[in-house]
């Protein structure tokens, strides 16, 4: 491969390819099964931690779903970035429209909506962590590894917080 073929394929470029216009740099099968994890996830602690802003009643779950707002919508930004530069098509919109879990979210308030979602987002974090350790670990595609692997340490502060309210909570 010549130099300039090398700088066009890092660099995401398009080549022209037996008369097809192909993206120089697309990502398939686990890489772009996890940037469609990682976006549905996002969206869903996006719109999660929105729900828990005005429906929790403990100081500290809406805190954290401030923080989920914030960090959630930061790393959404970045992971757009790169399935758009990767050719993957992410979920449009709001995913949870059909979850069961945040339509039961819905119906509760109080201290039964604090301990509803702190236990969602414990567990949702546990099952983030893996797969963005295993993406971190095992993607093929260097910019998957690195999105993984940049974002990794923010959901584990995620999980640490979230487990302390959760310990907190547990004792009142």
Do not use: C, W
């Not at 989920?68 to 098509?89: C, F, P, Q, Y």
């Amino acid at each position: 491969m010549s130099t300039f073929a090398r700088v066009m394929f890092t660099y995401g470029a398009s080549l022209l390819a037996g008369g097809l216009l192909v993206a120089a740099s697309a990502v398939t099968g686990a890489d772009s099964d996890f940037i469609t994890f990682a976006a549905k996830g996002g969206l869903a602690e996006v719109e999660l931690g929105q729900m828990a802003v005005h429906k929790a009643s403990d100081a500290g779950v809406k805190e954290f779903a401030n923080r989920m707002i914030r960090d959630h919508s930061k790393a959404n930004a970045a992971l757009s970035e790169l399935a758009s530069s990767k050719g993957v098509t992410l979920p449009a919109g709001k995913g949870l429209s059909n979850d069961t879990s945040a339509l039961h979210l819905k119906m509760l308030s109080g201290k039964q909506f604090d301990s509803a979602y702190v236990k969602m987002m414990v567990d949702d974090h546990k099952e983030d962590v893996a797969e963005f350790e295993k993406a971190a670990g095992q993607a093929a595609d260097p910019d998957v590894k690195h999105f993984a692997s940049k974002t990794l340490p923010t959901l584990k502060s995620h999980l640490s917080m979230i487990e302390k309210i959760q310990a907190t909570l547990d004792a009142k």
